[in-house]
């Protein structure tokens, strides 16, 4: 069996999150989210935002929750805008336009919207009532490209979201990754300032499965709860959620999975860096894109499972190597060694 | 603490559950649904239905697998028929017409849908194009009121079903309670024969989430997992399912857990009757209705959690109790004890 | 060539309104509604109506008008109340669910609806979140039965919605032959303080099609114009619609043309009665519903079209006779003529 | 009062389809399309077409024909591919995304699409179930550049389609201009050999409104009626749709009118030529992109309305200008003379 770097989500989940589960399990709860380790765990993550006004939903997964914020948020006429790169814009099978929503799409070159990317969409969304009309930014911390936003960048594009009537909606299947990275000087309270609506990643972060969806302002969720409903995402035993969620936040086990898989990341990294791969992009989170031959790949993948993300020139692809909670210091000195003996 | 009669997902999952979860939690497997044992759970299932053909989906909920397999086999003028008591009618916040179908709805007395209650919905729908065209049966076995269908009846209604155009479609989500009843003739391998589509309810039989859809007809879903991805349903981790339907099936815990859910509400049945309580009516499953005063019921209400269902007349209202896997033969003993003392 | 007395729309337009277009044909105009017949037409309607705040829109017919105004109205979990009989419940070929909406229905007696039958289906849709929040009552005046609204239900129904939360359409593709008939006590100001949205139905009064839609209130309609172009009901050339409603109220010709429905439909009510035929209801609109028996209206169609509309015992059916601005008294006597010689 | 080069559907009709609805007025008609003239429109399209099997539906505008034809069309998880620069891809406001489907561009330098800028949005498009799957090709002719499409070029392009399982539809609205450019070579019934659905526009070519929609194999539109029903499409009076065609289709009115405007078109598009105007594009149909100063747009705009399409450089923008069939030869021939005098 190869060893796989594809993704974060090859293993189950946490040991700390599966004996909760059992040693929680024959306590009766009521369903739909309304038992006590869900409210719990919406308390616990409130105050570690630092804002008591927050609501928090416990979701599934993450087409899931950008289906549910996004087409909540918007009226019918009303838009998203992302960055051509962002999950929404490619990879959901057009989860946001079954909805109703178009989504604006914009380039960057490493997957983050900044103002100047956003303006060029305005202007061109503005002809009322022939075009629609852009109210929603998506971006995504850390991007599809293991990239993450600074704070002066997510500050400044707060900014501008609410000075063009925008709302800004972070997708933060990957933030825990983000807010670990070593260059990241965002803190967790800080999504309460310049967000309008984000989420933490659960499944990508050893969890089973689940996202917390978080409203900063509750004027935006009023009727949420009956879009989980109505749209088939509100779990009868919703404990299951709430369970993971307590247990990742009663204590840092949240953070620290995620400061494990970046670790590891950046240890990879910094081994190919200095054997002279060059990278497509520099990424600080547990997502890196290593550029080799084909015959390097060729060989590699003999033992070795990963995505091949990117042709570079003729000879040459970015790959994708993905590191998790589950991965083993042990694990990436046998692919260092692998690559070695290339 | 009250002890709760309320539904049958107040707990946590059934302990071999969560132990298969733990021996398979750090074996790498792909994402999706893709992984070993979703293919495993699946080739099971087939197999004791005596069906190669048919086709598998698991899915997170009842509302989702409902709303996934009814907005997937209707064309947008098409429309569905459900008992007016059906879970779809009335109870999923508008999940079906959220995905642009009407349903339409017929009175029954049990729950139950015969052909003589479609065939005048059949007449009222008929003038093309002004009227929506009905396509798919909805039916619920075990059904909202804890009924259940006959082989017999289950057969003439498929039969109607093909004289009239009309795919049949069952609501499984209790459908372990319904096979383990002990006046129930129907065996799982006539769910192939005489429906076109059903779901097997992991959630209120044991698991911690997860229902089993199942295509008898392979062209019924040429493009069904496309609409899981679109819908937000498809688990990254679609392990959790597969593991937990693995476990259900590679023995015959499904129907043991099912079995033992339905003895204990019988149990308490019986114990009724013999006290001269008079029930709704008459259901053989884990779904139990008697009738009791609102004095007694104030006084139960005290000790145990359970639903005022029906108003019968201005003394008098039926109750809904409802046993699980979880329940056990203490806690129906001190419940009748607690009834007895009234 | 029989006569019909199927409906309405059989023939085109009102002359005048046909001179009306010829004589305005050349002049150029901006298009998609803002034209200067658009913008003269909606001024006399809101003169007409005393209500300088309202808004209106002219949209090409009464399906395209209740999706378009219940579907703007409604967030994503609400729900519209109509009548059974009510034309969106049933003979709009789900276009209201196919928005997204359910449509709730209560039992009516001749078409209306009254606070008594609103009341329980409030009641039986509270369970949030999981059924769907009633948020609008459709009603239709005239009604499908020909019946009309006195001011006192009106607002007595007004006061009700008022007092629940619910906003109250008024589907007026008849309410020319509503507001002209000899029972009525509704004036057209009326209408704006006792719905919050209604229309003003040319296609069925003269206009070749055509619904003036009324908001009373502006800020229902904010981004109603998003909306028509979306669902693709916004006519390049508007004018079309505000040239025809333009004629009908620069002068009295659209309470003229309903008036002289009304009274055709009226008189031929007279003489059948005179002749012994009972009625289905009493309808004091250009809709009539008397019952004859089997072999009557079999020889009646030899040289009528007309509807057969309910089936009243074993020998006797009740028919459907439509009169319209277009139908004249030689046409009504000849057909009197004909009853007399069954 | 400006005249206007706005648009081709400033004015109202062309008389002899006023005068023919004139002529007609008084003859009763079946409703919802099936009277005589709408059969006797399309029965004369489809010898014209020399399709028998051709199936006709009469839709008031471009927008409505549009969303109905490419949402009958896909299933839910399909896609339709434009040019970006194509009318359903930005001026709909949305119109395709809200009926839940995707629209996938690709750039082009004269708004047309050919294979080479198709195979990189399959490429896209391709791994299942994570992405949509496209499935129709949008393509319009003439296009909103005023370009038109060989005979070559369409028959390659379908071949393309055909051989990757995709539909052609080709947008109509402009379709009278396209056939009768001087450098077409496409024949009406090559129509319905290179396209699987197209629409014939009658708004932009001397109708009040109305696009008769022609889909050339049955087959794609069994269910059409109801959602023409259900989308709010269906004129009660669709009478006046039929008599528009009828009477541009039983002489060669549709094809005259639109030559008149072609003519004219290039008339001026020569004079500006002959004067020393660069243009943006070279378009043979009835909208010309000349490029003027901003001094001489500003001077210009004093006495004529059109549209400044697009900038060029810091001193000159591309203007549009637009003729119809209700442009006369003394209307360019003054305008000549005003841009001589600039």
Redesign the interface.
């Known amino acids: 069996?190869k060893?796989?770097f594809?993704?974060d989500?090859?293993?189950?989940?946490h040991?700390t999150i599966?004996q909760k589960?059992?040693t929680?399990?024959?306590?009766?709860?009521?369903?739909y989210g309304q038992d006590f380790y869900s409210l719990e765990a919406a308390n616990l993550i409130k105050e570690k935002l630092e804002n008591p006004a927050a609501k928090i939903f416990f979701i599934?997964?993450?087409?899931?929750?950008?289906?549910?914020i996004i087409?909540?948020l918007l009226?019918?006429?009303e838009?998203v805008i992302s960055a051509e790169s962002g999950h929404i814009a490619?990879?959901?099978?057009?989860?946001i336009?079954?909805?109703?929503?178009?989504?604006l799409t914009a380039p960057t070159k490493d997957g983050k919207l900044q103002p100047e990317q956003l303006r060029p969409v305005l202007e061109?969304?503005s002809?009322?009532?022939?075009?629609?009309?852009p109210r929603l930014v998506y971006i995504s911390n850390a991007s599809e490209l293991g990239t993450i936003y600074t704070k002066n960048e997510l500050r400044q594009l707060y900014r501008f979201c609410q000075e063009n009537n925008l709302l800004l909606f972070m997708d933060g299947a990957r933030l825990g990754v983000a807010l670990t990275a070593s260059t990241n000087d965002l803190t967790f309270p800080d999504l309460a300032h310049y967000t309008d609506v984000f989420y933490i990643g659960g499944?990508?972060n050893g969890a089973?499965?689940g996202e917390a969806v978080v409203f900063n302002k509750p004027e935006l969720c009023k009727?949420f709860?009956?879009?989980?409903?109505?749209?088939?995402?509100?779990?009868?035993?919703g404990?299951?959620l709430g369970i993971q969620f307590l247990t990742l936040f009663q204590t840092d086990l949240f953070f620290e999975l995620a400061q494990h898989a970046n670790d590891l990341a950046q240890k990879i990294a910094r081994e190919l860096e200095n054997l002279g791969f060059p990278f497509l992009l520099n990424s600080p989170t547990n997502q890196i894109f290593p550029i080799l031959s084909k015959t390097q790949i060729e060989k590699l993948h003999q033992q070795y499972s990963f995505l091949e993300w990117k042709q570079v020139d003729a000879q040459n692809t970015a790959i994708r190597l993905v590191t998790s909670w589950?991965t083993q210091q042990s694990d990436i000195d046998r692919f260092i060694e692998a690559v070695k003996n290339l």
């Open positions: 069996m060893y796989s594809l993704n989500y090859a293993e189950g989940a040991p599966l589960l059992s929680t399990n024959r306590i009766q709860q009521v369903g599934s997964g993450g087409t899931q929750a950008n289906l549910l087409s909540s009226l019918p006429h838009a490619e990879h959901e099978a057009g989860a336009e079954a909805t109703g929503h178009k989504v061109q969304y002809m009322r009532p022939h075009v629609v009309k499944t990508k089973l499965l009727y709860d009956y879009q989980v409903k109505q749209k088939g995402a509100l779990l009868a035993k404990r299951l589950a």
